[in-house]
């Protein structure tokens, strides 16, 4: 047994029979959700190492939970759909997803690919979760941030603004790249919803607030 926990969602029951039968078949754990809202409550009552998502799921579709998982964790996600069109392969990306299978495919691939991205993520785990930049430290499975040793308290957005500007630290990005990737495709804010946001983390963050820097004309970046 690897111990590897995945959670699969489909809302087809002979979908999740099956690629539960070949993943334990080759010795990793399985739990199984019918629809988007079921996901998000296995999710916050248990510890998974990958998420397999079909896109077209009642109640909260694949874009919408792979969103919100994203928010507060870089856990691999893979999407599944019937629909081939390139649109929804940008969308799956755009919203965090790391890999995108169209049905009908082999399930011996994705297992193989399931086997990939784990290894990928375990690899790199200790780099991808904990940052230490600074006087700040940021612990992404504890969902923790400490400047100077002291904790600081963030929402969801804010801690995901962070993560992303510090997983691409030195690289500019403009408000509504911003916009897009942390409020999603979807979302009803303004470009000024990025600025509230980023000056609420400076203030938070006290001193190491001026890692984020402001690069006039174009967005913002993170920087020690």
């Known amino acids: 047994m690897n111990e590897y926990k995945i959670l699969i969602a489909d809302d087809e029951e002979q979908m999740l029979v099956l690629l539960s039968s070949y993943l334990e078949k080759d010795g990793y754990l399985t739990c199984t959700a019918n629809d988007g809202n079921e996901v ?43 629909k081939g069109e390139e649109v929804n392969r940008i969308n799956g990306l755009k919203m965090g997803a790391d890999e995108y299978i169209v049905k009908p495919f082999s399930p011996k691939e994705l297992v193989a690919r399931v086997e990939a991205l784990l290894r990928r993520s375990n690899n790199f785990k200790e780099k991808q979760n904990l940052y230490k930049l600074g006087e700040l430290v940021v612990d992404l499975d504890g969902y923790k941030v400490e400047v100077a040793g002291k904790l600081v308290n963030l929402t969801r957005k804010e801690f995901s603004l962070l993560n992303f500007l510090i997983s691409n630290k030195g690289q500019v990005f403009s408000r509504e790249h911003l916009l897009d990737r942390i409020w999603g495709i979807e979302s009803t804010g303004t470009l000024r919803t990025v600025d509230t946001h980023v000056k609420t983390l400076r203030i938070k963050l006290s001193t190491a607030g001026t890692y984020i820097q402001t690069v006039w004309g174009v967005g913002y970046k993170f920087e020690v």
């Open 40 to 82: 998000l409550e296995l999710w916050k009552k248990g510890t998974f190492d990958l998420v397999i998502l079909d896109i077209m799921m009642p109640k909260l579709d694949g874009f919408t939970v792979c969103q919100k998982i994203r928010e507060i964790s870089n856990v691999p996600v893979i999407m599944l759909t019937a």
